[in-house]
């Protein structure tokens, strides 16, 4: 079992910045695959980013390339997505997940936990 605690969310000007960090418990940390998702109102929810076990590999969704970035400190049990140039349509309730693959998972479904989400307003 692997529970999982997001922080860091908040309301921010457009163009701003945030980091959000997802705090894990539980099994060892390192044997998953970590990945950020987000759901906007009346939405579904969508993959934002992923990193590999060991941090050596990632993969962005299009609309976040180049603006978000996905790390992890596996002596901290801890998954972080630093956002920059964030955009009004960047609001939403961020999740992250643990997948237990080896790759770079991009479906929800392939995610065996979740956090309970961060909010994220970012304001025109």
């Known amino acids: 079992q692997v529970q999982l605690v997001e922080s860091g969310g908040g309301l921010v000007q457009a163009g701003g910045s945030l980091r959000l960090s997802c705090a894990a418990t539980g099994r060892t940390f390192s044997n998953y695959a970590m990945g950020w998702f987000r759901q906007a109102p009346g939405k579904e929810r969508d993959f934002v980013a992923v990193i590999t076990w060991y941090g050596t590999n990632t993969y962005y969704a299009d609309s976040v390339k180049g603006r978000f970035t996905i790390s992890r400190d596996n002596a901290k049990n801890t998954v972080y997505l630093q956002m920059n140039s964030l955009k009004p349509e960047d609001t939403a309730v961020y999740y992250c997940?643990?997948?237990?693959?080896?790759?770079?998972?991009?479906?929800?479904?392939?995610?065996?936990?979740w956090g309970q989400g961060t909010p994220v307003t970012v304001s025109s």
């Open positions: 997940a643990a997948a237990q693959a080896a790759g770079l998972p991009r479906a929800a479904t392939s995610y065996s936990y």
